[in-house]
């Protein structure tokens, strides 16, 4: 049988997965690919470090050269994370003839439209299913499968570490640091969780989605963000009672020729497939005018969830498939852009408020004053009837359709008021 050679870079968590994948399945992988993926090479940093995979002798490496000067490698699996060294590893990977496969969002959120250019200029090509959903193959069902349509939104869980986080605090009550530390034991969180905890990975992972189901030119960074890392466990038990859940969702929703991208904390109602999708999962709901509502459900990280996505794409790299898919895309192109980002202030939506008030008369007819002057309509009020040590009572309001700028205006008057002891709580609503 044909045997097309392969290299790894980076033998970590994934890149361990995918060397198991391609040593003890290379039956699978080879009837899939019509020839066999060799594993010729494996770069890591120290060659010492126990691995939970064999390798056949003289596999294992530390120099990248014996991958980037082998003209027999055709296809690499660039599988470390960061922007530097990675960017140049994958520049003269590109250059020296070879096809890159990548689990690296963020380089691909930082550097696309440069390694996307290079790459068409060499002939070459990238895949990078592996780079959003772990093992779900949303960006495959987005750019290929899903052609006929013309995506009119996407909003999922992109981060299985967030998700993992608010199923401890809905489920077991925990609160936000607890859940945390839970997190990082089981090794679902790093030891700094901050890209995480504060959106910015689902923003990297929207930015592409945002790229291939629509056409978006946007700078992750410009994505308007929030994450859980403020989340009280108070909110968490109201939006319980009134029949919600808490859930990290990136979203992308187009109207005309501008696209509502955001990342945010939002309550979604119960019921909703979204909102039961608990611990370290992954969900995308994508919506097409030709095919309507499709859901996709799996593990967004992980080992071989990832490694599976990886090696999908090494095989379809080394068949061929990728080259065509990557040509006729024109992925982070020098093409105009189809839409633009519309104007955060100018999103509608439904929003849930939370405020902290001395519990005297009057003081909600202060706050829906606010509200009214902002043409703000009220849907319910929660109040609890027993006030808490310092006087105050939390006021939980359930807007009707609005605008996030006018919620915004009215939250920081309110938040002037005599009567109200601390910052409002602002999140979206999804019914």
């Known amino acids: 049988m044909e045997k097309t050679k392969v290299a790894i870079i980076g033998l970590g968590t994934v890149g361990q997965g995918v060397a198991k994948l391609l040593l003890d399945h290379g039956d699978r992988t080879a009837r899939h690919a019509g020839r066999t993926l060799w594993l010729e090479k494996a770069v890591v940093r120290d060659l010492k470090k126990p691995r939970d995979c064999d390798l056949p002798a003289g596999v294992l490496t530390d120099h990248v050269d014996e991958v980037i000067n082998n003209r027999e490698i055709k296809v690499v699996a660039l599988l470390i994370g960061g922007l530097e060294p990675e960017r140049t590893i994958m520049l003269q990977l590109l250059e020296s003839g070879k096809d890159v496969v990548t689990a690296n969002k963020a380089l691909l959120a930082e550097h696309g439209a440069e390694l996307f250019d290079r790459a068409r200029e060499l002939g070459r090509s990238i895949a990078f299913e592996a780079s959003v959903a772990g093992g779900i193959p949303i960006i495959a069902n987005i750019s290929q499968c899903l052609s006929a349509n013309q995506i009119q939104s996407l909003d999922g869980i992109l981060n299985g570490t967030t998700n993992f986080i608010l199923s401890k605090m809905h489920e077991e009550g925990m609160a936000y640091a607890e859940a945390l530390r839970e997190a990082q034991q089981l090794g679902y969180a790093e030891a700094d969780p901050t890209l995480d905890v504060d959106g910015s990975d689902a923003a990297q992972k929207l930015a592409i989605l945002a790229h291939l189901a629509f056409g978006a030119r946007v700078d992750w960074k410009d994505i308007p963000r929030m994450g859980i890392d403020r989340l009280d466990k108070s909110d968490v038990r109201f939006a319980q009672e009134i029949g919600y859940r808490i859930k990290l969702l990136a979203v992308a929703e187009l109207d005309g020729d501008t696209l509502e991208l955001h990342v945010s904390p939002t309550l979604v109602k119960r019921g909703r497939p979204l909102s039961d999708v608990s611990g370290p999962f992954n969900a995308i709901r994508v919506v097409g005018d030709a095919v309507g509502e499709l859901m996709f459900y799996g593990r967004g990280a992980g080992q071989m969830p990832t490694a599976s996505a ?44 939370r405020i902290n008030a001395e519990d005297h008369p009057g003081v909600l007819a202060q706050v829906t004053n606010v509200l009214g002057q902002h043409y703000i309509s009220i849907s319910s009020v929660l109040q609890q009837e027993a006030a808490s040590a310092d006087g105050t009572v939390p006021l939980v309001i359930m807007t009707h359709m609005t605008t996030e700028g006018a919620t915004r205006k009215a939250c920081a008057e309110i938040n002037k008021l005599t009567c109200v002891r601390g910052k409002t709580v602002r999140m979206w609503v999804r019914d």
């Open 310 to 353: 990886v090696v999908a794409d090494m095989i379809d790299t080394a068949v061929g498939r990728t080259a065509i898919t990557f040509r006729t895309l024109e992925l982070w192109s020098n093409r105009k852009a189809r839409v633009t980002p519309r104007e955060h202030a100018k999103a509608d939506g439904r929003f849930y408020l």
